[in-house]
T-cell receptor
Framework: KAGVTQTPRYLIKTRGQQVTLSCSPI?????VSWYQQTPGQGLQFLFE???????NKGNFPGRFSGRQFSNSRSEMNVSTLELGDSALYLC???????????FGQGTRLTVV | TQLLEQSPQFLSIQEGENLTVYCNSS?????LQWYRQEPGEGPVLLVT?????EVKKLKRLTFQFGDARKDSSLHITAAQPGDTGLYLC????????????FGKGTKLTVNP
């Protein structure tokens, strides 16, 4: 079965712009989590959505937001981009009650 | 805040050598997962352990979960260049949400 699909794979944006990233989970998975990965901080949890509701949230500013649609696909949005937002953004899907997370290939965001 | 400590941070060895990487926390894990990540890609799940003292094997990889469920180790026998990558442990914690917390990883390089 198809894995987690993230689009786009690469993105270059200018400071102050906003960006929307997309994630399609594994078929049948209802939980989608987002992570930011940087060399210095490792993987940091952004938020998790389950059945269109945000279930958990990490310690990121309000410029980072997300949503989940009825088909479980999820988007995350970052407004007013800063240079420090440059990172690999990873999406992971989980089964309804499982804890095993399956990751997409990520979106590499570069802010210039 | 639950933290995971991984050691060593970097490891460079020759093909054929054995190695062990460690993952520790001061809190009790509900479950713990090991992932391997290659540059520019998302983490790939290797194993999940949930029972204290559990040992799981995946070809040349042996995973152990501590009796108290506060630590885990990954042992690789006769390492090969294809084992090169970033090894990440991640866990959910007792009494917490299902949020997956990651360590910063061990970057393994196996030289031919």
């Amino acid at each position: 079965k198809a894995g987690v699909t993230q689009t786009p794979r690469y993105l270059i944006k200018t400071r102050g712009q906003q960006v929307t990233l997309s994630c399609s989970p594994i078929s049948g998975h209802r939980s989608v989590s987002w992570y930011q990965q940087t060399p210095g901080q490792g993987l940091q949890f952004l938020f998790e959505y389950f059945s269109e509701t945000q279930r958990n949230k990490g310690n990121f500013p309000g410029r980072f937001s997300g949503r989940q649609f009825s088909n479980s696909r999820s988007e995350m949005n970052v407004s007013t981009l800063e240079l420090g937002d440059s990172a690999l953004y990873l999406c992971a899907s989980k089964r309804q009650r499982g804890t095993e997370a399956f990751f997409g290939q990520g979106t590499r965001l570069t802010v210039v | 805040t639950q933290l995971l400590e991984q050691s060593p941070q970097f490891l460079s060895i020759q093909e054929g050598e054995n190695l062990t990487v460690y993952c520790n926390s001061s809190s009790v894990f509900s479950s713990l997962q090991w992932y391997r990540q290659e540059p520019g890609e998302g983490p790939v799940l290797l194993v999940t352990v949930v029972t204290g003292g559990e040992v799981k094997k995946l070809k040349r990889l042996t995973f152990q979960f501590g009796d108290a469920r506060k630590d885990s180790s990954l042992h690789i026998t006769a390492a090969q260049p294809g084992d090169t990558g970033l090894y990440l442990c991640a866990g959910t914690f007792q009494g917490g949400s299902e949020k997956l917390v990651f360590g910063k990883g061990t970057k393994l390089t196996v030289n031919p």
